[in-house]
């Protein structure tokens, strides 16, 4: 189950290295990937259940929403600068990524105190 998310967060990771390479904002592209890397981590570290669905349902929040405003601000709106894409977005898909991984990471703190 985990695997699909994996491949879920490559084909994130390819179509933003894409992206980055085409455009001008070439030197925020790594933080532009960044997000999606957190999620193979997240999806990782995930043992119980709980922490688990967090964060398989965060991996789909951040890959659908993430892309599609990179999708939107490089192909749909032609006054914005790409390069803002490559800015804003992964400094919202953090502030996500860190209020989840508390979620996750108190949900495994949980499972350890069972076990």
């Given amino acids: 189950m ?3 998310f994996y491949m879920v967060s490559s084909i994130a990771i390819l179509i933003t290295f894409l992206e980055g390479t085409s ?11 960044s997000p999606y890397l957190m999620t193979y981590y997240l999806i990782y570290i995930a043992k119980h259940q709980t922490s688990l669905i967090t964060a398989m349902t965060v991996t789909l929040f951040i890959v659908s929403v993430g ?3 990179l999708l939107d601000t490089t192909y749909m ?5 790409d390069k803002f894409s490559f800015l804003f977005i992964p400094i919202w898909q953090w502030t996500m990524l860190v ?9 495994n703190d949980k499972y350890n105190k069972e076990v």
């Fill in 67 to 69: 892309l599609y405003f």
């Fill in 77 to 81: 709106e032609r006054k914005l600068g």
């Fill in 99 to 107: 209020v989840s991984g508390f979620v996750i990471y108190l949900s």
């Fill in 23 to 33: 455009s001008t904002a070439k030197s925020f592209m790594w933080f532009a990937l």
């Fill in 2 to 4: 985990k695997i699909l």
